[in-house]
C-alpha cells in the first residue's frame, strides 16, 4: 500500500527557511504526479506545488519564487524548500501522492490526490 510520512515543520521567524520532507513506500516515482497543500486554520486546502513523473513543477503564485519542491528517487523521498518566510504561510503541510496522470488543472486540486502524508505544522512568526 502507499504510505506517506511527511516532517520538517517547525517554528520560524518571519524570513526564516525550511525543508520539508516526505517519504514515500509503495509508490513509483516513475509515474504519477507528487505535491504539496496547505491548511490553515479556517480555511480550506490550498495547493502548494506539484512535481510530475517527468520532472514537471508548478508552484502557486502565493509561493511562486519562494518554495521549491523536488524530489531524490533514490531515496524515495518529495522534498518542499521554503524560503523567504512569511505569517501568512502558517498551516499543516500536506505531502500528497496519485498513481497517476494528472491534467494541469486537476494537479491543482486536492480531490485529485488519493495518498496523502498525516501532515507537518509549519508556524511563521512576526
Known amino acids: 500500500q502507499v504510505h506517506l510520512v511527511d516532517s520538517g515543520g517547525d517554528s520560524v521567524q518571519s524570513g526564516g527557511s525550511l525543508r520539508l520532507s516526505c517519504v514515500a513506500s509503495g509508490y513509483s516515482f516513475s509515474s504519477g504526479c507528487m505535491g504539496w497543500f496547505r491548511q490553515a486554520p479556517g480555511k480550506g486546502r490550498e495547493w502548494v506545488a506539484f512535481f510530475t513523473s517527468d520532472g514537471s513543477t508548478g508552484y502557486a503564485d502565493s509561493v511562486q519564487g519562494r518554495f521549491t519542491t523536488s524530489q531524490d528517487n533514490a531515496k524515495n523521498t518529495l522534498y518542499l524548500q521554503m524560503n523567504s518566510l512569511k505569517p501568512e504561510d502558517t498551516a499543516m503541510y500536506y505531502c500528497?501522492?496519485?498513481?497517476?496522470?494528472?491534467?494541469?488543472?486537476?494537479?491543482?486540486?486536492?480531490?485529485?490526490?488519493?495518498?496523502w502524508g498525516q501532515g507537518t505544522q509549519v508556524t511563521v512568526s512576526s
Open positions: 500528497v501522492a496519485a498513481a497517476r496522470s494528472l491534467s494541469w488543472w486537476a494537479r491543482r486540486l486536492p480531490t485529485q490526490y488519493p495518498y
